[in-house]
């Protein structure tokens, strides 16, 4: 019986350590594009239009992300979208913040 107990939870460990392993990279690019956005504010760069139309693209990917990740599971096609929407966010995000210079 403790063998059996001990063997799930084991399981379930590796099972967790791999899932947040996978989920790490776009959770951290949502924090990084978070604190940009933020800065932005702070400094004065984005207006309060721009950071409301963010914060709604933010929260949009965020939504995604959980819905990709309901079933337990990342497939690579989830990935790429993921990976494409945050790519998008963070040109718009550059745009606020530069209100169109560039360098």
């Given at each position: 019986?403790?063998?059996?107990?001990?063997?799930?939870?084991?399981?379930?460990?590796?099972?967790?350590?791999?899932?947040?392993?996978?989920?790490?990279?776009?959770?951290?690019?949502?924090?990084?594009?978070?604190?940009?956005?933020?800065?932005?504010?702070?400094?004065g760069?984005?207006?309060?239009?721009?950071?409301?139309?963010?914060?709604?693209?933010?929260?949009?990917?965020?939504?995604?992300?959980?819905?990709?990740?309901?079933?337990?599971?990342?497939?690579?096609?989830?990935?790429?979208?993921?990976?494409?929407?945050?790519?998008?966010a963070?040109?718009h995000?550059?745009?606020?913040?530069?209100?169109?210079?560039?360098?």
């Amino acid at each position: 019986m403790k063998k059996i107990f001990l063997g799930i939870l084991v399981g379930t460990l590796i099972l967790g350590t791999v899932t947040i392993a996978m989920a790490g990279p776009f959770t951290w690019r949502e924090t990084r594009q978070q604190a940009r956005i933020y800065q932005g504010v702070d400094s004065g760069q984005i207006t309060h239009r721009e950071f409301r139309h963010l914060e709604r693209q933010q929260g949009r990917i965020e939504t995604h992300r959980q819905q990709a990740w309901s079933d337990g599971t990342l497939t690579p096609g989830e990935a790429c979208r993921l990976t494409r929407e945050q790519n998008r966010a963070s040109r718009h995000i550059w745009r606020a913040k530069h209100n169109g210079f560039h360098y």
